[in-house]
């Protein structure tokens, strides 16, 4: 059973900084592409950046370009975002998915419909 569990969410200030986590199990994550897409109350579900598992590629949203860094650790098949110069309009819930990268080609997307894990989800909250 694939499990994809996010931590390090929380409240941090304005230009402040947090790293994210995700634990992914179940699975061999060999050829998989791992985003995170965000949340905000009220609003639909947007792309963050994604990264290939095994060739470490990456993809950016432009809003956040500069700031967050996606990487992966193999050995411990684990994904982080580290999350600098963060502003209040980063403040959703962050979640990890996970998608086959071949089923498209290597080519990355933000359509989160194309992602077949999902976790539950990590609050993120940026005070002003």
């Known amino acids: 059973q694939v499990q994809l569990v996010e931590s390090g969410g929380g409240l941090v200030q304005a230009g402040g900084s947090l790293r994210l986590s995700c634990a992914a199990s179940?699975?061999?994550?060999?050829?998989?592409?791992m985003g995170w897409f965000r949340q905000a109350p009220g609003k639909e579900r947007e792309f963050v950046v994604a990264?290939?598992?095994?060739?470490?590629?990456?993809y950016y949203a432009d809003s956040v370009k500069g700031r967050f860094t996606i990487s992966r650790d193999s050995y411990k098949n684990t994904v982080y975002l580290q999350m600098n110069s963060l502003k209040p309009e980063d403040t959703a819930v962050y979640y990890c998915?996970?998608?086959?990268?071949?089923?498209?080609?290597?080519?990355?997307?933000?359509?989160?419909?194309?992602?077949?894990?999902w976790g539950q989800g990590t609050p993120v909250t940026v005070s002003s």
């Open positions: 990264i290939s598992w095994s060739y470490g590629n990456t």
């Open positions: 179940g699975r061999s994550f060999s050829g998989y592409d």
């Open positions: 998915a996970a998608r086959y990268g071949p089923r498209y080609g290597g080519r990355f997307s933000g359509r989160d419909f194309e992602y077949d894990y």
